[in-house]
């Protein structure tokens, strides 16, 4: 194969994937053709849309490779503004809302000053690019954790902010995720109170980690969630996972009470004492969104399939490699 350094003038740098590189990430792949390249120097070179996987932009550092790919590292491919959208991530976009397909590794909304280029402010950059929008801040009525990927809706007007607000109130909006998770969890409704602090720092389901003393607390947040196993791999499960309400890190709290986490869970994994599934990031994606428009009153509703990484690591399940 052989490194070559990214520093040659006009130096185009070309991978074909063979069997001893298949199901690695793309930021190794990007390490072995170069030299001495780090890890975040790789990230960041796919960050900044310099390399191709198979002619398309691939700025997923991620994703899994296959045998047969074409990796290609161009350095004088035109930098990616910090804080562009990849194309098609705006999904659906009109007067008083926006529909954006969420990639990984970035912040819904800002949760305090140093927080830059979150999510709001990609759509934000676009509508002005694309429309000419320069009115109010977009309406947050939902959120996404970094590392989910999938559907979120933003409202532009304050009339649509308060009219999906009473939608989510009254559990009117139509949420489906898709989730990679350990074992095999049973079809069930999962009902909880969710408190800040479960006893050892985690946010979790009051009476869970400790014994409840005394009725639930006025603080604590009622969380529902539907679970219905899609695919059994016997070491894991796809799950698809409805939403009644839309708590913090409501399905990850759930999956991993119930005893299967989710696939690269970091956070809710200290009662897990089996055999964890290594992934860089927890595999969750919400895949589908449905909603009364806030004018029209026409049922909108939106589906997005799984990221790359998220699809390999189905495939590797299913055909038993992982």
């Not at 009051?206 to 947040?221: D, I, K, L, S």
Request: proline share 5%; hydrophobic share 40%; net charge positive.
């Amino acid at each position: 194969m052989g490194n070559r350094d990214l520093s040659t003038p006009n130096a185009t740098l070309e991978l074909r994937i063979g069997p001893e590189l298949a199901t690695h990430t793309l930021a190794d792949c990007v390490r072995r053709m170069l030299e001495n390249a780090s890890w975040n120097q790789a990230r960041e070179l796919c960050k900044r849309g310099k390399v191709r996987r198979n002619g398309v932009l691939a700025r997923d550092a991620a994703q899994r490779v296959a045998e047969g790919d074409l990796v290609e590292i161009d350095p004088r491919a035109r930098r990616l503004r910090e804080n562009a959208f990849d194309d098609g991530a705006v999904v659906h976009v009109d007067a008083d809302v926006v529909v954006v397909n969420k990639p990984a590794g970035l912040l819904s909304v800002p949760f305090d000053a140093a927080d830059k280029n979150t999510l709001v402010d990609r759509v934000r950059f676009w509508l002005r690019r694309e429309t000419g929008f320069k009115g109010a801040d977009l309406g947050v009525v939902q959120r996404l954790d970094k590392d989910t990927t999938g559907l979120i809706v933003f409202t532009r007007t304050l009339a649509a902010k308060r009219h999906l607000q009473q939608l989510l109130r009254r559990h009117d909006v139509e949420r489906r995720y898709l989730a990679l998770v350990h074992g095999e969890p049973e079809a069930q409704r999962v009902e909880t109170h969710l408190i800040e602090n479960r006893g050892d720092g985690l946010r979790g389901s009051y009476g869970r980690f400790r014994r409840a003393r005394g009725p639930v607390p006025a603080t604590a947040q009622r969380a529902i969630t539907h679970l219905m196993p899609l695919e059994r791999f016997g070491i894991a499960s796809l799950v698809e996972c409805r939403l009644e309400t839309g708590r913090q890190h409501q399905i990850r709290i759930h999956l991993s009470e119930d005893g299967h986490p989710l696939i690269g869970e970091q956070v809710y994994i200290r009662d897990f004492n089996r055999d964890q599934l290594a992934a860089d990031r927890p595999m969750l994606h919400a895949e589908s969104l449905g909603f009364a428009h806030p004018r029209t009153g026409r049922m909108l509703r939106f589906q997005q399939p799984p990221p790359e990484d998220f699809q390999d690591a189905l495939a590797r399940l299913r055909s038993a490699t992982w």
